[in-house]
């Protein structure tokens, strides 16, 4: 179709607003946006606050997130001149190309997907789960396909919704003509999957109601190194890279490796303690945080340059969506309105 992005690679990831961003962000997504992603390709990055809206919320809550999240990712280096940065409400599209993406997905395929089943659980225990956490995965595809991306970097656990995204622009293509480009992921090549300090075995998340073994971007360094020193590893006498049997070293050796862009087997080497260990892994993790939080610091004393760069990045966003999505409505058979 005509709507190509000149032959560059595009690029487009989101962050959702449900929680403060951790370590797992940083390392897993948002610093190869920065560093890599926003300068080898167009690059869109969004705050998904629509997908924050699938759980219980605090609406001031997730006002707050949502620019915090935003401040963050300009602290972490992405360039409003370089890349677009933007709010997912403030482009329709993403609505309006949602619903055509849960008119190709079935039923089974929302219901099969992990986060799903994860999240359904301890929602259905606090009172209900809300519809749109079964059809999130259709919004995701359609932030992802309205844009004709190619490559989607995010951690592992966003691996499985990138599938679906590229089975439904494959029905998609097949159904009604070639509309959407078929997306791939991109993963990080160590530190895919950053785990929680205190319960190694889980994912270090931003929901998690248990805030010990969860490093925040935004944490005071005091608070950073009593987070790592406590970390939970095993028994067992000596350093070793085992991610089966002995996760929690493992991942401490993921994220000193992650910070000082070592291998995490070779590092292993160097310790013959777990005291000698967690220190190096709080001192790296302190530094590489550092810059983040100083640059926040002084983004978020003025928000009102943050909403600017926000109202910039959603022109930008809507113009390359719209003629997308405007050619998937005609091709399902929706009359044109303008
Ligand atoms: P989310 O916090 O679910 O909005 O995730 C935003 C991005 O960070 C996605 O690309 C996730 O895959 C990635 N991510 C979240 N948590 C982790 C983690 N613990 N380790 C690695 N990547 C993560
Ligand atoms: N589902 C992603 C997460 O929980 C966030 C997200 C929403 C996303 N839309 C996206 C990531 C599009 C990449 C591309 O992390």
Same mark, same amino acid.
């Given at each position: ?24 962000? @940083? ?25 924050? $809206? ?19 990712? #300009? ?19 993403? $609505? ?9 997905? /079935? ?24 519809? /749109?956490?079964?059809? @999130? ?7 992802? #396909?309205? !844009? ?29 003509? &070639?509309?959407?480009?078929?997306? *791939? ?21 931003? /929901? ?7 490093? !925040? ?55 013959? /303690? @777990?005291?000698? $260990? ?11 945080? *550092? ?7 002084? $983004?978020?004393?003025?928000? &009102? ?29 929706? #009359?044109?309105?303008?």
């Amino acid at each position: 179709m005509a709507m190509t992005t000149g032959g560059r690679t595009r690029i487009f990831s989101g962050v959702q607003p449900t929680g403060h961003l951790t370590l797992g962000n @940083y390392l897993g997504a948002v610093r190869r946006w920065a560093e890599e992603d926003q300068h080898r390709a167009d690059a869109l990055f969004c705050v998904v606050n629509l997908h924050a $809206l699938t759980v219980e919320h605090d609406p001031a809550r997730v006002r707050r997130l949502s620019r915090q999240a935003a401040t963050l990712l #300009l602290a972490s280096g992405l360039d409003p001149e370089v890349c677009t940065v933007f709010m997912q409400s403030q482009v329709d599209e993403h $609505l309006r190309l949602s619903y055509l993406m849960e008119c190709t997905a /079935s039923d089974g395929e929302m219901r099969r997907m992990i986060q799903y089943k994860e999240k359904a659980a301890a929602q259905r225990a606090k009172g209900g789960v809300r519809l /749109s956490l079964l059809t @999130y995965p259709a919004l995701m595809a359609a932030d992802i #396909l309205a !844009y004709g991306t190619h490559e989607v970097p995010v951690g592992e656990d966003q691996r499985q919704h990138v599938e679906l995204t590229r089975d439904l622009a494959v029905r998609f293509n097949q159904r009604y003509g &070639a509309t959407f480009v078929v997306p *791939r992921t991109t993963l990080p090549a160590v530190a895919a999957r950053v785990m929680d300090l205190q319960e190694p075995t889980s994912k270090m998340g931003k /929901s998690r109601a248990r805030t010990a073994g969860v490093v !925040y971007l935004l944490d005071e360094p005091e608070v950073v190194r009593k987070k790592v020193l406590r970390a939970v590893t095993d028994a067992e006498p000596e350093v070793a890279y085992d991610p089966e049997q002995r996760p929690g070293v493992a991942n401490l050796l993921n994220v000193l490796a992650a910070c000082t862009g070592g291998d995490p087997r070779r590092l292993a080497e160097g310790y013959d /303690s @777990y005291g000698a $260990l967690k220190k190096d892994v709080a001192e790296a993790v302190v530094e590489t945080l *550092r810059p983040v939080r100083e640059r926040h610091a002084e $983004l978020a004393a003025d928000p &009102a340059s943050v909403d600017a760069v926000l109202r910039r990045g959603a022109e930008r966003a809507r113009a390359l969506a719209r003629p997308r999505v405007d050619a998937a409505f005609e091709a399902v058979g929706l #009359l044109p309105a303008g």
